[in-house]
C-alpha cells in the first residue's frame, strides 16, 4: 500500500521539520518558499496540502488560488495551518477562502485527525 502524500508549505523550517518527523507514516514534502509551491506540489503530487497563511514573497491564500486556478492541483484538499487564527477560532469552523484553519501551534493528534478526516477516513473521538 502506497503512502499518502502530505506537502507542507510553511517558511518555519524547525516548525516544519518537527512536523515532518512526528508524519512518519506518510510520505512528506516540504517546500519553504511559497512561491516554488505550484511546482513542487506538481512534482509531488501530494493528496493533501498544509499551508501556511503569513509567509514573505507570498501570502498562504494567494497560493491557494493558484492551487485551484491548476485542473490537478485544483482537487487537493488545502488546510490552512496558521498563528493568525486561535484554536477557538478554528474548532468553530473558520474558514479563509473556502478552507479549513488549524491554528498553531497545534497537537500532533490534532493534525492526524484532520488528515484523516481529509483523506476519506474518519477517526473516532
Do not use: W, Y
Not at 490552512?80 to 487564527?85: E, R
Not at 473556502?98 to 493534525?111: R, T
Amino acid at each position: 500500500m502506497n503512502k499518502k502524500r502530505i506537502l507542507l508549505v510553511d517558511d518555519e523550517a524547525g516548525f516544519t521539520n518537527i512536523l515532518k518527523m512526528g508524519l512518519s507514516g506518510f510520505d512528506v514534502c516540504v517546500e519553504d518558499n511559497p512561491l516554488q509551491a505550484i511546482e513542487t506540489a506538481r512534482r509531488f503530487r501530494p493528496d493533501l496540502i498544509f499551508l501556511d497563511v503569513v509567509m514573505p514573497d507570498a501570502d498562504g491564500g494567494t497560493i491557494a488560488a493558484q492551487f485551484a486556478e491548476d485542473p490537478v492541483l485544483g482537487r487537493i484538499p488545502i488546510l490552512f495551518l496558521s498563528a493568525i487564527i486561535s484554536g477557538k477560532e478554528a474548532a468553530s469552523g473558520h474558514q479563509f477562502i473556502g478552507h479549513e484553519f488549524v491554528a498553531k501551534p497545534a497537537s500532533l493528534e490534532h493534525i492526524l485527525d484532520c488528515i484523516k478526516k481529509h483523506l476519506g477516513t474518519q477517526c473516532s473521538d
